[in-house]
């Protein structure tokens, strides 16, 4: 190409990019952008695929979050370190790598991938905000075309342009996040919890299952507090939320409802299936060694567990009569599970949870403390 033409698609270029960057404030998150990311680095670089890779802070590799004209196993190789193999070196040092046969270069650590997928020319550069690269994107050939310089400076342009708007987008999913967590515990707040609670009721009523919410109320902690501080009595309560969200299913809303009370709502779930996880959280908090100021501490919960649709019409009379089966727990003596029922309630105790029989209400203890 003459360097009158190459000036020309040059000029052409620019404004191609500027309206293409403009077009990444429209999307809601994260995962949109890296998807037009890809998909553009290979319109403007004519390319056949493309990856990027971001710099996870928390496990402090580089991975993979998403790909385009490449295979599912090539996107699931494992993540890399920072400074390994040809990617890894791109965001560690903030400069871009290209190459007509990335399977001749001796740093890169997939060859046999590249092989299989019959890549060829690579070109990568870093996704460079003001003091740090986050990331790079890497675009393929599998013809024996090389990538030029022109095509560089194309990619380099967006990639300046787009990792602005991925910083920006991070930071509000992260405050977003942030509003719909409780800053303590970790698990949703309660002004999510009670919107999760109607979106999960109003799924139940139109593909007719049922949901179950177990209101569940930490006992004495109050003097836990009094005997050991505040401090330790936060750590109490983030410790417990994560008991809970470890050992409910994937499926199960975990929230904290106020203070020491925590709401779990668990879709598709009768009662039956509601107090067998109430009892396995039981027991397991039961043994649960929790900080204390001079030796550890052993704590236990009072629950009540009602179910939609058969004990209310809709979220708020669910919830209302979970949490009156709580307090029928705290006045039967405490450290128990108690179904909610709008007739006669029974209680029964015993070392495990007992298994309805009936629809009337029933009670498990281990022992009030």
């Known amino acids: 190409m003459a360097w009158a033409e190459r000036q020309t ?161 991070r930071l509000l999913e992260e405050l977003r996040k942030q509003s719909m967590v409780d800053p303590l515990t970790g698990v949703y707040n309660k002004n999510t919890l009670l919107k999760e609670l109607e979106l999960k009721i109003r799924l139940a009523l139109r593909h007719n299952h049922k949901t179950s919410i177990t209101f569940i109320d930490i006992d004495h902690f109050k003097k836990f507090n009094d005997n050991n501080g505040h401090l330790l009595g936060d750590k109490l309560l983030s410790d417990f939320a994560g008991l809970l969200k470890l050992h409910c299913r994937r499926t199960d809303v975990v929230g904290r409802f106020g203070g020491e009370e925590f709401v779990i709502i668990s879709p598709h779930t009768d009662k039956r299936g509601a107090l067998t996880l109430a009892g396995k959280l039981r027991e397991l908090v039961n043994c649960h060694k929790f900080v204390g100021r001079s030796k550890d501490a052993h704590i236990t919960f009072s629950a009540g567990i009602s179910t939609f649709p058969e004990d209310g019409a809709d979220a708020a009379a669910v919830l209302k009569n979970a949490d009156e089966a709580m307090y029928k727990s705290k006045k039967a003596g405490r450290d128990r599970v108690t179904l909610w029922e709008s007739t006669a309630r029974k209680s029964r105790s015993g070392p495990k949870a007992p298994k309805p029989r009936s629809s009337k209400a029933m009670v498990r203890q281990k022992g009030a403390r």
């Open 9 to 169: 698609t040059k000029m052409m270029s620019l404004p191609r990019i500027f309206f293409i960057t403009e077009r990444v404030i429209v999307f809601d998150g994260v995962d949109d952008i890296f998807e037009h990311i890809v998909k553009t680095s290979v319109m403007l670089t004519r390319a056949e695929a493309a990856t990027i890779r971001i710099f996870d802070i928390h496990k402090g590799d580089l991975r993979i979050v998403k790909g385009f004209g490449v295979s599912s196993g090539f996107l699931s190789q494992p993540p890399i370190r920072l400074g390994e193999g040809v990617t890894g070196r791109v965001v560690l040092e903030g400069r871009p790598f290209m190459t007509g046969n990335i399977t001749k270069i001796p740093d890169c650590v997939n060859k046999e991938l590249a092989r299989l997928e019959g890549i060829r020319a690579v070109m990568s550069v870093p996704l460079k905000t003001k003091s740090n690269s986050i990331g790079c994107i890497t675009v393929y050939r599998k013809t024996t075309e090389p990538f030029t310089e022109h095509d560089l400076l194309l990619l380099s342009i967006f990639a300046a342009q787009t990792t602005e708007a991925v910083e920006k987008t």
